[in-house]
Nanobody, 118 residues
Framework: QVQLVESGGGLVQAGGSLRLSCVASGSAVTFYAMGWYRQTPGTERELVGTVTIGSSTNYGGSLNGRVTVSRENGKNTVYLQMSSLNADDTAVYYC????????????WGQGTQVTVSS
């Protein structure tokens, strides 16, 4: 059973930075891509960014270069570094992972709350 566990969420002041981490366990192989989505109540889950095993990244448009997604070489661990946070970044952030050839993530974390106070 694959499990993704996020950590690092919490309360941060506007203008501040935060780093989220996610570790996947239970997979016999390294995921091709891992990354992050976020969601607020009543909205669809939104792409934050993903990174492949070859370090290719893909970012959602709404974060305007304020985030960096990275992973440890050859490991099922992914990080999300966020800066210049504002109230609109308040959301539940979900870690995800997919195997090569899959169109969509096959595994999701439980989510970690990020709250930005203004």
């Amino acid at each position: 059973q694959v499990q993704l566990v996020e950590s690092g969420g919490g309360l941060v002041q506007a203008g501040g930075s935060l780093r989220l981490s996610c570790v996947a366990s239970g997979s016999a192989v390294t995921f091709y891509a891992m990354g992050w989505y976020r969601q607020t109540p009543g909205t669809e889950r939104e792409l934050v960014g993903t990174v492949t095993i070859g370090s290719s990244t893909n970012y959602g448009g709404s974060l305007n270069g304020r985030v960096t997604v990275s992973r440890e070489n050859g490991k099922n661990t992914v990080y999300l570094q966020m800066s210049s946070l504002n109230a609109d970044d308040t959301a539940v952030y979900y870690c995800c992972a997919r195997h090569y050839g899959d169109l969509y993530p096959s595994a999701w974390g439980q989510g970690t709350q990020v709250t930005v106070s203004s």
